[in-house]
Protein backbone atom coordinates (compact mmCIF):
# COMPACT_ATOMS: atom_id res chain seq x y z
CA UNK A 1 0.00 0.00 0.00
CA UNK A 2 3.09 2.53 1.17
CA UNK A 3 4.50 1.44 -2.38
CA UNK A 4 1.37 2.58 -4.43
CA UNK A 5 1.09 5.68 -2.57
CA UNK A 6 4.47 6.82 -3.25
CA UNK A 7 3.46 5.56 -6.85
CA UNK A 8 0.71 7.43 -7.14
CA UNK A 9 2.42 10.79 -5.59
CA UNK A 10 5.55 10.50 -7.57
CA UNK A 11 3.48 10.27 -10.53
CA UNK A 12 1.63 13.56 -9.50
CA UNK A 13 4.94 15.33 -9.33
CA UNK A 14 5.90 14.31 -12.51
CA UNK A 15 2.96 14.62 -14.73
CA UNK A 16 -0.17 16.14 -12.34
CA UNK A 17 -2.61 16.58 -15.10
CA UNK A 18 -2.21 13.24 -17.15
CA UNK A 19 -1.96 11.69 -13.41
CA UNK A 20 -5.48 13.02 -12.48
CA UNK A 21 -6.95 12.61 -16.10
CA UNK A 22 -6.01 9.13 -15.95
CA UNK A 23 -7.89 8.39 -12.93
CA UNK A 24 -10.74 10.97 -13.62
CA UNK A 25 -11.70 8.60 -16.55
CA UNK A 26 -11.09 5.96 -15.24
CA UNK A 27 -13.32 6.38 -12.22
CA UNK A 28 -16.13 8.24 -14.28
CA UNK A 29 -16.48 4.72 -16.50
CA UNK A 30 -16.62 2.71 -13.49
CA UNK A 31 -19.40 5.08 -12.18
CA UNK A 32 -21.08 4.91 -15.53
CA UNK A 33 -20.73 0.94 -15.53
CA UNK A 34 -22.59 0.64 -12.57
CA UNK A 35 -25.34 3.49 -13.82
CA UNK A 36 -26.09 1.19 -17.15
CA UNK A 37 -25.98 -1.83 -14.48
CA UNK A 38 -28.62 -0.39 -12.47
CA UNK A 39 -30.49 0.65 -15.63
CA UNK A 40 -31.16 -2.71 -16.88
CA UNK A 41 -32.19 -4.30 -13.43
CA UNK A 42 -34.58 -1.60 -13.61
CA UNK A 43 -35.43 -2.17 -17.05
CA UNK A 44 -35.84 -6.02 -16.24
CA UNK A 45 -37.70 -5.64 -13.32
CA UNK A 46 -40.36 -3.56 -15.08
CA UNK A 47 -40.84 -6.42 -17.41
CA UNK A 48 -41.07 -8.48 -14.93
CA UNK A 49 -44.24 -6.84 -13.12
CA UNK A 50 -45.34 -6.34 -16.64
CA UNK A 51 -45.68 -9.93 -17.72
CA UNK A 52 -47.06 -10.65 -13.86
CA UNK A 53 -49.98 -8.67 -15.35
CA UNK A 54 -50.20 -11.26 -18.27
CA UNK A 55 -47.30 -12.68 -20.30
CA UNK A 56 -46.09 -10.96 -23.26
CA UNK A 57 -46.06 -12.59 -26.69
CA UNK A 58 -42.54 -12.79 -26.45
CA UNK A 59 -42.41 -14.56 -23.39
CA UNK A 60 -45.26 -16.93 -24.60
CA UNK A 61 -43.09 -17.64 -27.46
CA UNK A 62 -40.11 -18.92 -25.15
CA UNK A 63 -37.87 -15.76 -25.98
CA UNK A 64 -34.50 -16.07 -23.37
CA UNK A 65 -34.71 -13.56 -20.65
CA UNK A 66 -31.94 -10.38 -21.56
CA UNK A 67 -28.67 -9.90 -20.85
CA UNK A 68 -26.79 -7.32 -20.07
CA UNK A 69 -24.67 -5.38 -22.72
CA UNK A 70 -22.20 -2.43 -21.85
CA UNK A 71 -23.03 0.36 -24.55
CA UNK A 72 -19.27 1.50 -25.47
CA UNK A 73 -20.22 4.46 -26.73
CA UNK A 74 -21.45 5.89 -24.06
CA UNK A 75 -18.49 4.73 -22.24
CA UNK A 76 -16.39 5.72 -24.54
CA UNK A 77 -18.36 9.40 -24.11
CA UNK A 78 -18.08 9.51 -20.51
CA UNK A 79 -14.06 9.10 -20.89
CA UNK A 80 -13.68 11.61 -23.28
CA UNK A 81 -15.94 13.92 -21.25
CA UNK A 82 -13.56 13.43 -18.12
CA UNK A 83 -10.40 13.44 -20.43
CA UNK A 84 -11.15 16.46 -21.98
CA UNK A 85 -13.33 18.67 -19.68
CA UNK A 86 -13.66 17.45 -16.27
CA UNK A 87 -9.92 17.01 -15.60
CA UNK A 88 -8.69 20.14 -16.15
CA UNK A 89 -11.30 21.96 -14.53
CA UNK A 90 -10.59 19.89 -11.52
CA UNK A 91 -6.80 20.44 -11.56
CA UNK A 92 -6.92 23.98 -12.46
CA UNK A 93 -10.34 25.09 -10.99
CA UNK A 94 -9.10 23.64 -7.40
CA UNK A 95 -5.87 26.07 -7.79
CA UNK A 96 -7.48 28.96 -8.42
CA UNK A 97 -10.11 28.54 -5.99
CA UNK A 98 -7.08 27.94 -3.27
CA UNK A 99 -5.58 30.78 -4.35
CA UNK A 100 -8.33 32.90 -3.97
CA UNK A 101 -9.95 31.22 -0.50
CA UNK A 102 -6.77 29.29 0.90
CA UNK A 103 -7.31 26.54 3.75
CA UNK A 104 -3.78 26.87 4.94
CA UNK A 105 -3.11 29.16 8.48
CA UNK A 106 -2.52 31.97 6.85
CA UNK A 107 -6.28 32.31 5.16
CA UNK A 108 -7.63 35.71 6.27
CA UNK A 109 -11.23 34.26 6.49
CA UNK A 110 -9.91 31.17 8.66
CA UNK A 111 -9.30 27.47 7.36
CA UNK A 112 -12.83 26.19 7.93
CA UNK A 113 -14.81 28.96 6.34
CA UNK A 114 -12.30 29.02 3.42
CA UNK A 115 -12.76 25.25 2.94
CA UNK A 116 -16.48 25.20 3.76
CA UNK A 117 -16.76 28.08 0.90
CA UNK A 118 -14.84 25.84 -1.66
CA UNK A 119 -17.55 22.98 -0.48
CA UNK A 120 -20.24 25.55 -1.65
CA UNK A 121 -19.01 26.61 -5.02
CA UNK A 122 -17.67 22.95 -5.81
CA UNK A 123 -21.17 21.58 -5.22
CA UNK A 124 -23.75 24.97 -6.99
CA UNK A 125 -20.82 25.86 -9.51
CA UNK A 126 -18.95 22.92 -10.37
CA UNK A 127 -21.57 20.78 -10.12
CA UNK A 128 -23.61 22.33 -12.51
CA UNK A 129 -21.02 23.01 -15.22
CA UNK A 130 -20.51 18.80 -15.30
CA UNK A 131 -23.74 18.48 -15.75
CA UNK A 132 -24.00 20.60 -18.43
CA UNK A 133 -21.00 18.82 -20.04
CA UNK A 134 -22.26 15.07 -19.54
CA UNK A 135 -25.43 15.83 -20.73
CA UNK A 136 -23.81 18.00 -24.14
CA UNK A 137 -21.54 15.04 -24.54
CA UNK A 138 -23.86 12.91 -24.67
CA UNK A 139 -26.22 14.77 -26.62
CA UNK A 140 -23.20 14.87 -29.24
CA UNK A 141 -21.15 12.22 -29.03
CA UNK A 142 -23.93 9.70 -28.61
CA UNK A 143 -25.96 11.19 -31.42
CA UNK A 144 -29.07 11.75 -29.51
CA UNK A 145 -29.52 15.13 -30.29
CA UNK A 146 -32.54 16.75 -31.74
CA UNK A 147 -33.03 20.04 -33.76
CA UNK A 148 -36.07 20.95 -33.43
CA UNK A 149 -36.40 23.94 -30.61
CA UNK A 150 -39.21 22.16 -28.64
CA UNK A 151 -37.86 18.19 -28.77
CA UNK A 152 -34.35 20.47 -26.96
CA UNK A 153 -36.25 22.21 -24.53
CA UNK A 154 -38.23 19.10 -23.66
CA UNK A 155 -34.68 17.16 -23.49
CA UNK A 156 -33.36 19.99 -21.36
CA UNK A 157 -36.87 19.83 -19.01
CA UNK A 158 -36.92 15.93 -18.69
CA UNK A 159 -33.19 15.26 -18.64
CA UNK A 160 -30.77 17.98 -17.99
CA UNK A 161 -33.11 19.66 -15.08
CA UNK A 162 -33.51 16.48 -13.15
CA UNK A 163 -29.85 15.02 -13.55
CA UNK A 164 -28.54 18.60 -11.97
CA UNK A 165 -31.26 18.66 -9.43
CA UNK A 166 -30.45 14.57 -8.54
CA UNK A 167 -26.40 16.05 -8.57
CA UNK A 168 -26.83 18.52 -6.03
CA UNK A 169 -28.74 16.38 -3.86
CA UNK A 170 -26.19 13.33 -4.26
CA UNK A 171 -23.45 15.99 -3.56
CA UNK A 172 -25.41 17.75 -0.58
CA UNK A 173 -25.33 14.33 1.18
CA UNK A 174 -21.63 14.72 0.78
CA UNK A 175 -20.91 17.44 2.08
CA UNK A 176 -19.12 16.29 5.11
CA UNK A 177 -16.44 14.41 3.35
CA UNK A 178 -16.21 17.37 0.63
CA UNK A 179 -15.39 19.71 3.50
CA UNK A 180 -12.70 17.08 5.32
CA UNK A 181 -11.08 17.05 1.47
CA UNK A 182 -11.10 20.59 1.29
CA UNK A 183 -9.85 21.47 4.81
CA UNK A 184 -7.48 18.77 5.29
CA UNK A 185 -6.53 16.97 2.04
CA UNK A 186 -3.55 18.48 0.57
CA UNK A 187 -4.11 20.46 -2.96
CA UNK A 188 -2.47 17.39 -5.25
CA UNK A 189 -4.55 14.36 -3.91
CA UNK A 190 -7.79 17.10 -3.37
CA UNK A 191 -8.68 16.03 -7.06
CA UNK A 192 -8.48 11.67 -6.47
CA UNK A 193 -10.34 12.55 -3.21
CA UNK A 194 -13.10 14.17 -5.29
CA UNK A 195 -12.86 11.55 -7.67
CA UNK A 196 -13.51 8.75 -5.02
CA UNK A 197 -16.69 10.52 -4.16
CA UNK A 198 -17.50 11.03 -8.20
CA UNK A 199 -17.92 7.13 -8.37
CA UNK A 200 -21.40 7.62 -6.31
CA UNK A 201 -22.16 11.30 -8.34
CA UNK A 202 -21.08 9.98 -11.95
CA UNK A 203 -23.65 6.89 -11.28
CA UNK A 204 -26.81 9.22 -10.15
CA UNK A 205 -26.00 11.52 -12.94
CA UNK A 206 -25.45 8.99 -15.87
CA UNK A 207 -28.65 7.28 -15.14
CA UNK A 208 -30.33 10.22 -14.99
CA UNK A 209 -29.49 11.42 -17.75
CA UNK A 210 -29.96 8.35 -20.13
CA UNK A 211 -32.94 7.26 -18.51
CA UNK A 212 -35.63 6.12 -20.38
CA UNK A 213 -33.00 5.70 -23.34
CA UNK A 214 -33.67 2.31 -24.23
CA UNK A 215 -37.32 2.58 -24.08
CA UNK A 216 -38.75 1.86 -27.70
CA UNK A 217 -35.38 1.38 -29.36
CA UNK A 218 -34.42 -2.04 -31.94
CA UNK A 219 -32.72 -4.65 -29.90
CA UNK A 220 -33.59 -3.34 -26.75
CA UNK A 221 -36.19 -6.15 -25.85
CA UNK A 222 -38.56 -3.58 -25.58
CA UNK A 223 -41.03 -1.95 -28.50
CA UNK A 224 -42.23 1.98 -28.48
CA UNK A 225 -46.15 1.17 -28.57
CA UNK A 226 -47.06 4.45 -30.04
CA UNK A 227 -44.41 4.63 -32.73
CA UNK A 228 -46.11 4.32 -36.12
CA UNK A 229 -45.11 1.94 -38.85
CA UNK A 230 -42.25 2.89 -40.64
CA UNK A 231 -38.65 2.41 -41.17
CA UNK A 232 -37.75 3.14 -37.12
CA UNK A 233 -40.28 -0.03 -35.97
CA UNK A 234 -38.38 -3.28 -35.08
CA UNK A 235 -37.87 -6.00 -37.42
CA UNK A 236 -40.60 -8.29 -37.90
CA UNK A 237 -40.52 -11.59 -36.26
CA UNK A 238 -41.04 -13.02 -39.96
CA UNK A 239 -38.72 -10.89 -41.95
CA UNK A 240 -36.45 -14.12 -42.45
CA UNK A 241 -39.80 -16.15 -43.76
CA UNK A 242 -42.03 -15.31 -46.52
CA UNK A 243 -44.57 -12.63 -45.13
CA UNK A 244 -47.97 -14.51 -44.12
CA UNK A 245 -51.13 -13.11 -45.50
CA UNK A 246 -54.80 -13.65 -45.54
CA UNK A 247 -57.84 -13.06 -48.17
CA UNK A 248 -59.47 -10.28 -48.42
CA UNK A 249 -63.71 -10.29 -49.46
CA UNK A 250 -62.89 -9.02 -52.72
CA UNK A 251 -59.86 -12.09 -53.48
CA UNK A 252 -57.20 -9.42 -52.42
CA UNK A 253 -54.69 -10.27 -50.04
CA UNK A 254 -52.73 -8.20 -47.22
CA UNK A 255 -50.04 -8.84 -44.61
CA UNK A 256 -51.15 -9.96 -41.37
CA UNK A 257 -50.23 -7.28 -38.57
CA UNK A 258 -46.79 -7.85 -37.28
CA UNK A 259 -46.76 -9.30 -33.76
CA UNK A 260 -45.23 -6.54 -31.88
CA UNK A 261 -48.36 -4.11 -32.84
CA UNK A 262 -50.70 -7.11 -31.67
CA UNK A 263 -48.89 -7.23 -28.25
CA UNK A 264 -48.63 -3.61 -27.61
CA UNK A 265 -52.62 -3.39 -28.78
CA UNK A 266 -53.26 -6.13 -25.65
CA UNK A 267 -50.76 -4.31 -23.20
CA UNK A 268 -53.14 -1.29 -24.39
CA UNK A 269 -56.44 -3.37 -23.83
CA UNK A 270 -54.56 -4.75 -20.09
CA UNK A 271 -54.05 -0.79 -18.58
CA UNK A 272 -57.43 0.35 -20.03
CA UNK A 273 -59.16 -2.81 -17.51
CA UNK A 274 -56.81 -1.69 -14.68
CA UNK A 275 -57.59 1.60 -14.99
Not at 18 to 30: D, E, P, Q, Y
Not at 61 to 71: H, K, L, M, N
Amino acid sequence: MDFLLKWYTDCLDTSPLATKTVTTAAIGVLGDLVAQRHEFAFERKRRHDDDEDGPSIGAARGSRPPTFVYDRRRGLTNVANNVFLTTPIYHFGYERLESLLPTGDDSLLGSSVSALLQVLIDLFLFDAIFVFLMFLCAEVVEKRATFRAADKAELVRSHLVPALLASWRCSALMVPVEFVIFRWLPLTFRTLGMNLIDLVWEAVVSFTIHRDEGEGESGSGTYDCGAEASSTAPPSPHSDFSTPTMGGIDGSTRSLPDLPFIECALNRIRKEKQS
